[in-house]
């Protein structure tokens, strides 16, 4: 099955900095590669995600990209903020009737 | 998401009871997760259900079972808890289509004495 490696597992930077969370997978037939946001105390949240048609996205101070070529996505966050403080998952799934296998999450600090 | 409602948010119980962790949802998906969140270790699927007579094991269902009462609803027991089940509980629910975007609920938060 699907294997998803998540890098750093914890990550501080100072308010301003940008912010750099590294995915790597191991089924290349895998097309969907959402990031998810986690609070303290309360379910992920969706903030960005990426089809395998697409090697760039961005949202604002967000942007995701993928390497398809060696099977690895990246999220980048610029000029972050003390709200950005959270534990960010990427996920990864194989087509519509296979589930999302998620990373072992990276706890971000952001000190003002 | 207040579309995905979990119940209970938190619960305290005793090894070898049955308890049950409910799972609502107002988006008219038709696909269901249940999830295990331990420190660390990020998100393991328990079990799933793409439709309403569709049930599926996911990596870590020792020790659990569910029900899907309904579209809407997606139960998750514990038929006999033990210590190490002590974790957060998320479910989630998606589309059908193509591309997997989940959306969770709040978690219960489990602790089995």
């Known amino acids: 099955g699907e294997n998803v490696e998540q890098h750093p597992s914890t990550l501080s930077v100072q308010e301003g900095d940008s912010a750099v969370i590294k995915c790597t997978y191991s089924?290349?037939?895998?097309?969907?590669f959402p990031w998810y946001k986690q609070e303290l105390g309360k379910g992920p949240q969706l903030i960005i995600d990426?089809?395998?048609?697409?090697g760039e996205k961005k949202d604002q101070r967000i942007a995701v990209t993928l390497n398809k070529t060696a099977k690895h996505f990246s999220l980048h966050i610029t000029e972050t903020q003390p709200e950005d403080s959270a534990v960010y998952f990427c996920?990864?799934?194989?087509?519509?009737?296979?589930?999302?296998?998620f990373g072992k999450g990276t706890m971000l600090l952001v000190s003002p | 998401d207040a579309d995905v409602t979990q119940t209970p948010r938190n619960r305290i119980t005793k090894t070898g009871k049955r308890i049950m962790l409910e799972c609502s949802q107002t988006?008219?998906?038709?696909?269901m997760y249940w999830y295990r969140q331990d420190p660390g270790l990020g998100l393991q699927l328990i079990y799933y259900?793409?439709?309403?007579?569709?049930?599926n094991k996911g990596e870590i269902s020792d020790g659990y079972s569910v029900s899907r009462q309904a579209q809407a609803k997606f139960s998750l027991s514990l038929e006999s808890a033990i210590p190490n089940q002590t974790a957060l509980y998320f479910c989630?629910?998606?589309?059908?289509?193509?591309?997997?975007?989940?959306?969770f609920g709040p978690g219960t938060r489990l602790t089995v004495l």
């Open positions: 996920a990864a799934s194989i087509g519509g009737y296979s589930t999302l296998t």
């Open positions: 089924d290349s037939a895998s097309n969907y």
């Open positions: 988006k008219g998906h038709d696909r």
């Open positions: 989630a629910t998606s589309a059908r289509g193509n591309y997997n975007e989940q959306f």
């Open positions: 990426i089809r395998s048609n697409v």
């Open positions: 259900s793409f439709d309403v007579k569709d049930i």
